[in-house]
DNA sequence: GTATTATATCAATATCTGTTGATATACTTT
DNA sequence: AAAGTATATCAACAGATATTGATATAATAC
C-alpha cells in the first residue's frame, strides 16, 4: 500500500484540516459578498449589510465569524464598528490551499 | 449607495454563485484527501478508501459528489472503476476563486 | 450456472449550520 | 438622564449534509 501524504503524514494532515475548516468559512454565499465588498476598504456593518439583502443581526453574525478564523480585523469608531480584510492572512490561505490542489 | 459588482451585478453574482457551489463541495475533509489522492494518477475506488478510514458507500458517495461537479472523471475497466482529476475543471475553479478574492 | 469481488444506491438517522426574532450592550445626542 | 442609533448575542427552529447499514448492480472466476 503506498503512503499519500495527506492521509498519513500528520503535518500535512492538520494542514489539510486548517485548509478545510477555511474552506468551510469561505463556501458561503453572504461571507464571500462580505470578503468582495470588503475588497474595497473597510466598511461600518451598516453599509454592508444593506448591500446584503440580509438583515443586520445576521449580517453581525457573518462578520463574527470571518473574524473568528483571522479573514477579517474589525475597530470601533464611535457608534460604529468598521471591518477590513485581513488580507495577509486571506492571501495566505489561498496559498495553502494551491499547494494542496494546484 | 455604492454599487458593489458582487452584489449587484447579476453576471459576477452568479459566478460567485457558481464558486460557492465549488467551495461546498471541496470544504469537506475526505472529499479535500480524495482530490489529493488522485493527484498521482487515476486510481480505483478500492485504492482510495483504505487510504480515507471511511467505508467503501461512503467513498464512492464522496467520489459521486465529487464527480457531479466535474472535479473527477472516471471510467470503468472490468470490475473495477478508475478516477481521476478533471484537472482543467479543477484550476479554472481556482482561478475563478482567486479572481474573488485576489 | 453459482460464488466472489468491486462499486453504487437507498432510506433512515445524526450532525452541523444558516436563519429568525427578541433582546442586550454600548455609544451618542438632546 | 432619556431617547435614539449601531452592533452583538442568544435560544429556537429549519434546512442541508455526512454517515450508517442494508441492499442492489455488474463484472469476473470457478
Known sequence: MPKIKCCSNKKISNELKKTVDFLKI?????????????KSGPKCVCEIWPNLDLSQ???????SVLKELG???SKKQGLKVFYEL????LQK?????????K
Not at 485581513?86 to 492572512?89: A, F, I, Q, V
Request: charged residues 20%; glycine residues 0%; hydrophobic residues 45%.
Open 26 to 38: 469561505i463556501s458561503e454565499e453572504n461571507r464571500m459578498r462580505i470578503l468582495c465588498i470588503l
Open 57 to 63: 443581526n445576521l449580517t453581525s453574525h457573518h462578520l
Open 71 to 73: 479573514l477579517v480585523k
Open 86 to 89: 485581513n488580507d495577509k492572512n
Open 93 to 101: 490561505q489561498l496559498i495553502n490551499l494551491d499547494l494542496f490542489l
